[in-house]
């Protein structure tokens, strides 16, 4: 289970291998309860059009449990890891990364914490996607490809709205960062810096991650090719300030993904 030490120590050989543990040992509970995370999903949006006024109460009471906001957010962004197996490690690298750029940029300790909190929930919209989509380990379908882009919007609806600066912040991260800055990206073809600031930087750690991972469909990308893909988005689909700063603190991220 994971337990606070852990999220402090997040970034960690440590946390990394007590988060994969704690994912295996989850997803094996999943296993015997396949519709377990769709009905939890249906709920949690059932509950915000019941009573949306009464969460907004709620999240107010509880904003100084900061600990426990953050450890409810990890396991939102956990249960989006039981629906993809490619996922297990990536969130939580992703936030990492986005923490280490937003520092780098010149964010506060602070803001800093909360990106890399709510950069881990960039892709919890994938719940909502059926697992012959997710899961297929083929390329998908131009239909199937649209589905899967509707993860930006669901995690949107799950998390917007509720008056929390954190989950507002994981909401904008969720919708936004597949955007890319020529307006060619989704969902809504948003251009430069109409794009959030902080879309932007999981743009990058993103596909920084997606491209050093291994795949189904092919093997782990060199940091040298991965860095080339970014390269030859810069100014077109990633913003080329945050790229220097990213590139900037490179070998910090590596120590990371270690
Ligand atoms: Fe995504």
Redesign the pocket.
Known sequence: MLRAAHIRSMGSPGFTRAWNRGVCRLRLELDKAADLVDDMAVAIVDARRRDVAGVRRGASRLEPLTQTRRETAYRLAMAAEFRDPQMIGHLERVGVYSELLARRWGMTRQRGEQVRVASAL??V??IGIPDRILQKPGPLTAAERAVMQR??VIGHALMGDLGDPLLDLAASIALT??ERLDGSGYPHGLRGPEIPIEGRMVAIA?TFDALTSVRAYRPAFSEGRALDVLEQGRDSQFDGTLLDCFLAVLPEIVQAAA
């Open positions: 960039h892709d919209g994938k993860h930006t960062h597949h993103d």
